[in-house]
Nanobody, 125 residues
């Protein structure tokens, strides 16, 4: 059983930046960030494979960066140029599926077995 813990959420004005962290990040995991706004389905934001290949949703690709610190076992999501529509609960997720399968499903909720409890991000206009 893997217990993922997110930190770093909070409030920002539009145009601001926040960095989310998730621990532990293990070298054998494929990991991802998801978000869920009230009344909406959980959506994939960005993902990183255990070989550090990254992918991101089109809505955030130019603004958010996912990365891993393999020494300290921490996953990050750097969020810049925040918009009010980025307001949501953000979740960290992990899985160990084969890379060829991960490539096809990297931003899909069903591709991840382990989840954090979530952390709130609120962006005001």
């Amino acid at each position: 059983q893997v217990q993922l813990v997110e930190s770093g959420g909070g409030s920002s004005q539009a145009g601001g930046s926040l960095t989310l962290s998730c621990a532990p990040s293990r070298s054998q995991y494929n990991m991802a960030w998801f978000r869920q706004a009230p009344g909406k389905e959980r959506e994939g934001v960005a993902a990183i494979s255990r070989l550090n290949i990254t992918t991101a949703a089109a809505s955030v690709k130019a603004r958010f960066t996912i990365s891993k610190d393999n020494v300290n076992n921490i996953l990050y999501l750097q969020m810049n140029s925040l918009k009010p529509e980025d307001t949501a609960m953000y979740y960290c997720a992990a899985d160990t599926r084969p890379l060829e399968d991960w490539f096809l499903h990297s931003l899909k909720r069903y591709a991840y077995t382990y989840w954090g409890q979530g952390i709130q991000v609120t962006v005001s206009s």
